[in-house]
């Protein structure tokens, strides 16, 4: 069985969900939350047949480890890690690749959340 993550935001969830619905295993909302945004999500949950569940918002601060979580948090499937000959493999694979090694990160959560849709 796959490993889950869950990630959460507005933003993040909106773009991961754009980008690669077949990772999601299912999103929690906070009870009563709804506007235009969150209302346009909820469309594009339902036509990736993705299962969504009204939660409280104490259950999605227990997940998510903050109270800045905008009401939403979503389980996706663990990302695949490569190893170098699985990396050079993909590399090969795609058209005009980025690589970017870093040396040393003082905050490698916060390069995780600029990459992490890509």
Same mark, same amino acid.
């Given at each position: 069985? %796959? *490993?889950?993550?869950?990630? =959460?935001? /507005?933003?993040?969830? =909106?773009?991961?969900?754009? +980008?690669? @619905?077949? *990772?999601?295993?299912?999103?929690?909302? #906070? +009870?009563?939350?709804? %506007? #235009?945004? =969150?209302?346009?999500?909820?469309?594009?949950?339902? *036509?990736?047949?993705?299962?969504?569940? +009204?939660?409280? *918002?104490?259950?999605?601060?227990?997940?998510?480890?903050?109270?800045?979580?905008?009401?939403?948090?979503? /389980?996706?499937?663990? @990302?695949?890690?490569? %190893?170098?000959?699985?990396?050079?493999? =993909? $590399? #090969?694979?795609? +058209? %005009? @690749?980025? $690589?970017?090694?870093?040396?040393?990160?003082?905050?490698?959560?916060?390069?995780? !959340?600029?990459?992490?849709? !890509?």
């Amino acid at each position: 069985m %796959n *490993e889950k993550v869950y990630i =959460f935001g /507005i933003n993040t969830v =909106f773009d991961t969900l754009k +980008h690669k @619905p077949d *990772e999601f295993l299912e999103v929690w909302l #906070k +009870h009563g939350i709804s %506007n #235009k945004r =969150f209302n346009k999500l909820i469309d594009l949950i339902q *036509e990736h047949q993705i299962l969504l569940k +009204h939660v409280p *918002e104490k259950k999605i601060e227990q997940v998510t480890g903050t109270s800045k979580n905008q009401g939403i948090v979503a /389980i996706i499937k663990q @990302p695949k890690n490569l %190893n170098s000959k699985a990396a050079l493999d =993909f $590399i #090969k694979r795609i +058209h %005009n @690749p980025l $690589i970017l090694i870093f040396r040393w990160l003082a905050r490698p959560k916060k390069c995780w !959340s600029l990459f992490k849709n !890509s």
